[in-house]
């Protein structure tokens, strides 16, 4: 995936014309894309939590089927413990990665706005030395 996406939640010179096209077309277009422009980068954080909240509201039928009461048996007590501890340890395993997963997408997200922060600098700082370079005083013709 291209990380300097043309799309992307700012403003940016395409989502700008997206906006002012969306107006032109269907104004419900164009708010939506205002609406992109200013609140887009919660997309992910927002898609994650829907994401687990749904992992976790269907984790609840999957415990219905396969939960240790309903779990079919072997017929080895010993070996269905061992098969409840080994799931059980493979469940906190999975919850650690995403945890991970979780982090990782904030790290990733800190680092884009870092990014994005360094480049405004960079442009205020060029525009500083060119309006210092080019804005040298002149005499202002007086009319009247």
Known sequence: MNTNALIRPAWTPATIALMVLGFMVFWPLGLAMLAYIIWGDRLESF????????????????????????RETSGNVAFDEWRDKEIDRLNE????????????????????????????????????????????PTSVPEFG
């Open 47 to 70: 898609k994650t939590e829907v994401n687990r909240s749904t992992d976790n509201f269907f984790s609840t039928f999957r415990g219905c089927t396969r939960g240790p009461a309903f």
């Open 93 to 136: 395993e999975r919850r650690k990665l995403d945890e991970a997963r979780a982090e990782f997408d904030a790290h990733m997200r800190d680092l884009r706005m870092a990014r994005d922060r360094e480049e405004f600098e960079n442009f205020m700082a060029a525009r500083r030395r060119k309006s210092d370079d080019g804005d040298k």
